[in-house]
């Protein structure tokens, strides 16, 4: 079944890791960038019913109610099983959440991060443990149970006892969804782009080295297993029953319409997306679309989830280099029709699964 996915870029401070298309605008161009994405949604061409709809950002848990309404809305069909709504801690209150609850909202992202402050003020976040404690509960008390928290490992001034102190708190909030992300260098951010430099602003010369960072990456994973909380793909882990459905329609290719800014969308057969700046999206005539090479790409995203492929005939002849210089390499399990990442290739997987790009 088929999903929807809804950019909503605004927030109230960017922070320093940050390298999506989001940051803080006016209000002039808030509003010129709702009356677009609505637009872009009513006219859009439904060949499918959606069955699960996300709202990313940015901070979509700052929108307007009746915005979100709205959006919800122009979704047709009324049969939408997942609804997640991102949530930056600290926008969460009683009123919010009976509106996300009426307009159709059934699941909270929470972008945690850490829950060691000084971490969070290294990279601009203003909420505490306490906050996202009270917004948890919040969440409970009033029909929104299916809470999903998020943590980075490699943030500045990340060790071993703070990452301790984070996982704890995961223990006792005792959330049925977990994603786990390691920080990525790169130029999109500006911490990323100051690690580049050899800099010190936002802390970049505090980041974590590659092997502590994998450390914390792993005792997250022990720890969450001991909760019952599973890695099901490389970032997220769940109790089961409750994985986000639909994100794992990104890892087995099912389609989905992505609306707003640098908003992605897939067919089955072709890939497009939104222009990632403001401006452009705003002044959007056309988007292109790129078809896509299906076997590549069963590898190459289908391989993050830790129960594997199973390839077809043709793949298995098509890769045959790479799938045994893998599973005799170790980072590749075969377990009859299936191929699936060993425990010891989820961390170095951006190595292996580049080599069924050809």
């Known amino acids: 079944m088929a999903g929807v996915y809804i950019s909503y870029p605004f927030c109230a401070q ?60 122009a979704i047709p069909g009324d049969g ?5 709504l991102e949530c930056a801690p600290g926008t969460i209150t009683r009123d919010s959440i009976r509106t996300w609850v009426g307009c159709g909202i059934n699941r909270a992202s929470l972008g945690v991060q ?7 003020r290294q990279v601009g976040r203003r909420h505490t443990a306490a906050v996202v404690e009270a917004e948890v509960r919040l969440l409970r008390d009033f ?9 980075i490992a490699g943030l500045p001034g990340q060790t071993r006892q703070s990452w301790e102190e984070s996982l704890d708190w995961i223990e006792r909030l005792a959330p049925p969804h977990v994603s786990v992300y390691i920080f990525e260098i790169d130029e999109d951010s500006r911490l990323g782009n100051e690690v580049i430099r050899g800099g010190a602003r936002y802390g970049a010369n505090r980041v974590p080295e ?4 994998a450390e914390l990456y792993e005792r997250a994973v ?41 908003a992605h969308s897939f067919d089955g057969v072709h890939r497009w997306n939104s222009p990632d700046t403001l401006e452009a999206y705003l002044g959007m005539t056309g988007i292109g679309r790129t078809r896509i090479d299906t076997g590549e790409e069963h590898f190459f995203i289908g391989l993050r989830l830790m129960n594997g492929i199973e390839p077809t005939p043709e793949e298995w002849a098509r890769f045959a280099q790479p799938i ?13 029709s299936r191929l699936r990442l ?17």
């Open 14 to 73: 960017k922070c320093s890791f940050c390298n999506f298309a989001s940051g803080v605008y006016s209000r002039d161009k808030r509003e010129r960038y709702e009356a677009a994405l609505f637009e872009e949604m009513k006219g859009h061409e439904w060949l499918w019913r959606p069955e699960t709809a996300y709202f990313g950002g940015g901070t979509p848990s700052l929108m307007p109610a009746d915005l979100l309404c709205k959006l919800m809305d």
């Open 80 to 84: 939408l099983r997942e609804v997640t």
């Open 114 to 120: 850490s829950f060691v402050t000084k971490e969070l």
């Open 143 to 151: 029909g929104l149970p299916n809470v999903s928290l998020d943590l």
């Open 210 to 213: 590659d092997e502590l960072v």
């Open 222 to 262: 022990t720890r969450l297993e001991a909760l019952g909380i599973r890695r099901y793909e490389i970032s997220n882990f769940a109790r089961p029953g409750w994985e986000s459905r639909h994100n794992l329609k990104y890892w087995k290719l099912e389609p989905y319409a992505g609306f707003g800014l640098d």
């Open 324 to 336: 045994q210089k893998w599973v005799h390499g170790g980072m590749l399990e075969q377990d009859g």
């Open 342 to 358: 060993s425990s010891q290739a989820v961390l170095v997987s951006n190595d292996i699964l580049q080599d069924f790009i050809q």
